[in-house]
Nanobody, 122 residues
């Protein structure tokens, strides 16, 4: 599975951005897909993810401001980010969790896209 992310940039506090992540390859193996971010000096953290069944999870810090959505026909996941704050400044990474069934049994894996930088100015 290959993931390519788009949509980062510079925005003022209170502004909005939409990130996109297009998946290619063995997309039928994708279960969960979502977004992580790494803020300066911090560890990578989950922002939001979406399961195959449509369930969604959000970090408490983004609930009510960010919305994750999937277009399965386009194998694309989006992250709509509203009411952005300077503390949202980070490199955002899309990720996909896959499950394949090999001769040896089920194999789970996580794939990462390249990061896209979001900078929120105060």
């Amino acid at each position: 599975v290959q993931l390519q992310a788009f949509g980062g940039g510079l925005v003022q506090t209170g502004g909005s951005l939409r990130l996109s992540c297009a998946a290619s390859g063995l997309t039928s193996s994708i279960n969960g897909i979502g977004w992580f971010r790494q803020r300066p000096g911090k560890e990578r953290e989950l922002v939001a993810n979406s399961g195959r069944g449509g369930d969604k999870n959000y970090a408490n810090s983004v609930k009510g401001r960010f919305t994750i959505s999937r277009d399965n026909a386009k194998n694309t996941v989006y992250l709509q980010m509203n009411s952005l704050k300077p503390e949202d400044t980070a490199v955002y990474y899309c990720s996909a969790d896959t499950l394949t069934f090999e001769d040896s049994g089920p194999v789970a894996a996580r794939y990462w896209g390249q990061g896209t930088l979001v900078t929120v100015s105060s």
